[in-house]
């Protein structure tokens, strides 16, 4: 395959007067699943959202597929096969769970509709169970699992994923790494994933990086980042 | 227990603080008596003055007539009224009242599902039976609904909270007047018209509040509903400024009119039947019900398209539907357009109906009625704006002239006094009726959501039934 699917050079953002992003260079192969870690207020949620152009990058320049991505508006982005579960989850909380859905095919054509969805079934049964019940009323996991589900209803390449383990106990959170993990062998699916979960997330990640007030610090396979004494000390500490 | 409790004992606290301690001792400890006594006191506070006295004019300037009678009438009511609500809670547990709220839900679900068809062949069916006042009535009714439809798109389907729809109902009205009178137009040819000309204020409005939300947008549509209303007073020229434009054009039925000339290109003539007013009233009956089953109608399939389910999922996350790939703006000004489209309709139908426009029909309390429709109805529910109409602008109507006829027909010997003149307190009805429906019915009267696709068998989710979990 040749070169990545995405990859940011030099990509800064503001919020105001507040820089958030100070230059990140960033790459992610077809077919990889890479994890950006970093403590609270690093700015991961921020780099996922200036992809998706909201807010733009001000300096650098965010490449997708081969094609110049920095400037155009987010519903546009969305459209090119990207897709985000954006922190928190955000699932719509009095729609049902078959609606959430309908609402993350919105960008793709419903002839692939029903396959589509019976593929987010086998990965979470769980959704299929509850179909006809309020998002807002699902838990926490489940609602996470329908953020998850909801995203990859537009069928993308690319899948986005802010700290789906937000909030979920141990077990669930396998069972979401599980998913993923599955997603991306069977599918080839790239993955960019934020994660608190440091360890189990460089575990389930080829590669990883590591960001620090903006900018990245750290760059490496998930191996090798887990086994650096700075990372141990800073994000595994106490941990697993 | 009594109400004596309440009065001071004279001797062991005689200070007013102490009077009141005791009183709010026993109102807290839960004495219904005391409770409705206090509220009384405070019912004869504010009544003392705003029934307890009339102005009347005087051969020099006004003069005051007491009216005891009136407002010992008044206070008793509240007495009772407070004693009856207390004395029905206390039957009562939370936990029933809970239960039994839950069973109204689901009653009111039901019941839509029947009562529904059942309503619309009533309306189909009205003037075969009812006189001309109910016909009237009916109209006005229906305005309502209609405009309460075209509301509930951009209030409870996106959630703009517009507070100055009246201004589109106001260009429907004055697209028609003035293409009638100035260029002749009929009314079909200006509906879809006024119809497109409110879409495009619409969208003119949407830009700028395109980034607001909630009370900041509450305000900006406020103010410009002020500024189609002013515009319209003051550009004379073309509005007839504050006297406005009469001589507006009847509507015809494929070319007939509605007059006694009795011609052939009448109604009245080409059927060769007797020439009667109500023949118009009729016609401009069905063509309301016609306009609003229009735009219920098309609010219905809205809901069920993507457009429709990406108003409501903009309603509970705008950065969730940007992530979606979702064009916010967009979405938002078809809002607004197709919204101000319906208002526009009604607003042609306004201005054929009562012949005459003037800015005075479109002030902020239009707006505030309509949207209180939507509201009180349930926001999102078509059959809770059918609901909340017929009991607001029906009920109200209803009771209005009950009231007059009681007051004026001397049944009540001097308890006649004690009846309002329901002219005057149509707005405080109104604004009670509103309160009470708020406060027994937090979220409108029909508050369940239909979901927009469904599984099999469509099933209502009522609002009670689940307390939203949101992370
Ligand atoms: N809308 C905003 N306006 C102003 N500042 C913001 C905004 N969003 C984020 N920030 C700031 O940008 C910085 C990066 O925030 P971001 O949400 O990207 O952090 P994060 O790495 O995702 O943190 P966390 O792990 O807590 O989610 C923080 O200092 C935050 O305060
Ligand atoms: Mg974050």
Known sequence: MSGPLLKLSGVTAFYGAIQALKGVDLEVAPGEIVTLIGANGAGKSTLMMTICGSPHARHGQILYDGRDITALPTHEIMHMGLAQSPEGRRIFGRMTVHENLLMGAQVVAMRNYAATRDMVFTLFPRLKERLTQRGGTLSGGEQQMLAIGRALMSQPRLLLLDEPSLGLAPLVVRQIFGAIRQLNRDTGLTVLLVEQNAFQALRLAHRGYVLVNGAVTMAGSGAELLARPEIRAAYLEGGH | ?471
């Open chain 2, 1 to 471: 227990m009594s109400a004596t409790n309440v009065a001071p004992t004279g001797t062991d606290d005689p200070g007013s603080r102490q009077l009141l301690r005791r009183i709010s001792k026993s109102v807290a400890g839960g004495n219904p008596f005391a409770d409705a006594a206090l509220s009384a006191l405070v019912a004869f506070g504010l009544f003392a003055a705003l029934i307890g006295l009339r102005t009347d004019s005087g051969p020099v300037g006004l003069v005051l007539t007491p009216r005891p009678w009136a407002l010992a009438g008044w206070v008793g009511a509240v007495f009772l009224v407070r004693l009856l609500v207390l004395l029905w809670r206390q039957r009562t547990r939370p936990a029933q009242a809970y239960a039994e709220n839950r069973r109204l839900a689901e009653g009111l679900a039901h019941l839509s599902r029947l009562l529904a068809p059942a309503l619309l062949l009533l309306a189909l069916a009205l003037p075969s039976f009812a006189d001309r006042s109910y016909l009237d009535l009916g109209v006005l009714v229906l305005t309502y609904v209609m405009l309460g439809w075209g509301l509930n798109v951009v209030v409870g389907l996106a959630g703009l909270l517009d507070l100055g729809y009246v201004a589109f109902y106001a260009v429907g009205a004055y697209t028609y007047a003035i293409f009638s009178t100035q260029f002749g137009l009929g009314f079909w040819t200006c509906l879809p018209l006024a119809g497109a000309l409110a879409a495009l204020w619409g969208v003119m409005l949407g830009f700028p509040v395109l980034r607001l939300r909630g009370d900041y947008l509450a305000i900006v549509t406020l103010a410009f509903g002020e500024i189609i209303r002013i515009l319209l007073i003051n550009w004379a020229s073309l509005t007839g400024g504050p006297n406005g434009i009469s001589g507006i054009p009847r509507p015809t039925l494929f070319g007939l009119r509605f007059d006694a000339s009795g011609g052939p290109d009448t109604f009245a003539g080409y059927f060769g039947l007797e020439y009667s007013p109500t023949q118009r009233a009729v016609f401009l009956y069905y063509v309301i019900l016609a306009l609003a089953l229009l735009t219920n109608w098309f609010t219905l399939r809205l809901r069920r398209v993507a457009l429709g389910r990406a108003w409501e999922a903009l309603r509970e996350d705008e950065i969730a539907c940007r992530s979606l790939g979702i064009n916010v703006t967009a979405t938002k000004l078809t809002a607004f357009a197709i919204g101000a489209t319906f208002g526009g309709f009604a607003g042609a139908f306004f201005a054929t109906r009562a012949a005459f426009v003037s800015p005075e029909s479109f002030t902020f309390i239009e707006s505030a009625i309509v949207l209180a429709v939507v509201v009180l109805g349930g926001l999102g529910s078509q059959f809770g704006v059918v609901l909340s109409a017929l009991v607001m602008i029906g009920g109200l109507e209803m009771l209005r002239n009950a009231l007059s006829e009681l007051a004026s027909g001397g049944y009540l010997g001097p308890l006649g006094a004690l009846v309002p003149d329901p002219g005057q307190y149509r707005m405080l009805i109104f604004g009670l009726a509103l309160v009470v429906v708020m406060v027994l019915r937090p979220r409108g009267l029909v508050s369940g959501r239909t979901p927009s696709v469904a599984l099999g068998r469509r099933r209502e989710i009522s609002a009670e039934l689940v307390a939203e979990g949101r992370g």
